[in-house]
């Protein structure tokens, strides 16, 4: 039941093969078993080149297989695909698999709109049994976004990064009532080469990862086992005394087809929760930015954005707000605009003189 097969013809051999009342002993060999188009190994689609097997009285002693692969980060393509080599044993109701994967250059991780180059320490370990069926995938490389094309409205939004990552995870667990996905996001190392944002050259300071509720797909066969957002603390240091700094979204989600027993992900949009700036030069401190709703609650859909300037040699300040919107708040299902503008200046002591005495 895991390794799924085609209609096409496979080529055995095997070598001293014994049947008796002990059971089969035997050495087999199995090519072409099945193409990567057709099969799949733990809900992965794959391709089986060659598999080895060793039986004594009807207990299997060794097995090992080898073919290609493709991760559940990327899509069911055959230039995604890794060359991979499973080792697998008899354990108490079922079996057990290790699988090495043999990176042979970099992949698309359409999950993340990105380039991923693959360690030869990433593994997967798969466990089977007549009712449930588990795996755990731990990856390690190297990510890039060198410039993709992202969805509306950021499809003009220039990200050039590379970084590397260890123990990325995707778990994966099915029994006969229900399947999920889980994913980790591992931890980033944010050193060398620059990085760029918008063209302008930026450092990260975080990244984290946030779960979020699985849609329906609207399709039987197909069911979405895992939504999330891969988040990226960004700062901007133009000069000493000018920058800014901001949070990014990438947004993914990852379905299963039930009907073909393999997963496709997707790229969902990026996003940008706020945006800050600052500037601390010897005539005026600027403090600003703007926070971006999505879908907020009360508040709706909009933006809201401050600015603070502080003139030093006069110790004159001054602050100003806009925020403006749509929601449905309190409003049944019908949507509403609103609108906001604030703005204060504070003059030194002891202000405008309006009177003798009186300022």
Not at 190 to 204: D, E, G, H, T, W
Not at 303 to 332: D, H, K, M
């Amino acid at each position: 039941e895991t390794w799924k097969t085609g209609a096409n013809p496979t080529f055995i051999t095997t070598n001293d093969l014994i049947i008796d009342d002990y059971g089969i002993t035997m050495k087999m060999k199995a090519l072409n078993v099945f193409t990567f188009s057709s099969g799949s190994v733990a809900n992965l689609s794959a391709s089986l080149d060659t598999l080895e097997i060793s039986m004594l009285k009807g207990s299997l002693t060794s097995g090992t297989a080898k073919g290609l692969l493709v991760l559940p980060i990327s899509k069911d393509t055959i230039t995604n695909t890794l060359k991979y080599t499973a080792t697998f044993n008899q354990v108490s109701n079922g079996n057990s698999f290790l699988i090495t994967v043999v990176p042979s250059g970099p992949i698309d991780a359409d999950i993340l709109k990105g380039k991923m180059t693959l360690l030869p320490t990433t593994n997967i370990t798969a466990a089977i049994t007549p009712t449930v069926k588990t795996y755990s995938i731990i990856l390690n490389g190297k990510f890039k976004w060198d410039n993709p094309s992202f969805p509306s409205p950021f499809q003009s939004l220039k990200v050039n990064m590379e970084l590397d990552f260890e123990n990325v995870g995707v778990t994966y667990k099915s029994t006969p009532t229900a399947d999920s996905l889980n994913f980790s996001p591992g931890s980033w190392s944010f050193a060398s080469p620059q990085k760029f944002l918008a063209n302008f050259p930026v450092s990260i300071k975080k990244i984290y990862y946030k779960s979020k509720s699985t849609v329906p797909s609207g399709n039987a066969n197909v069911k979405e086992l895992l939504r999330g957002e891969v988040l990226i603390d960004i700062v901007a240091n133009l000069t000493e005394d000018i920058g800014g700094s901001t949070t990014i979204g990438a947004n993914f989600a990852v379905e299963l087809n039930t009907s073909a027993k393999k997963f496709t992900p997707q790229f969902k949009g990026i996003s940008l929760d706020s945006l800050a700036v600052h500037a601390n030069l010897p005539a005026v401190k600027i403090d600003g930015s703007i926070l971006f709703r999505n879908h907020d609650p009360v508040f709706g859909d909009g933006f809201l954005g401050t600015l603070s300037v502080a003139f030093t040699p006069v110790g004159i300040t001054a602050g100003a707000l806009l925020e403006f919107g749509n929601t449905n708040y309190q409003n049944g299902s019908t949507l509403y605009r609103y609108w906001r503008v604030e703005a204060d200046v504070t003059l030194p002591a002891p202000g405008v003189p309006f009177l003798p005495g009186i300022a």
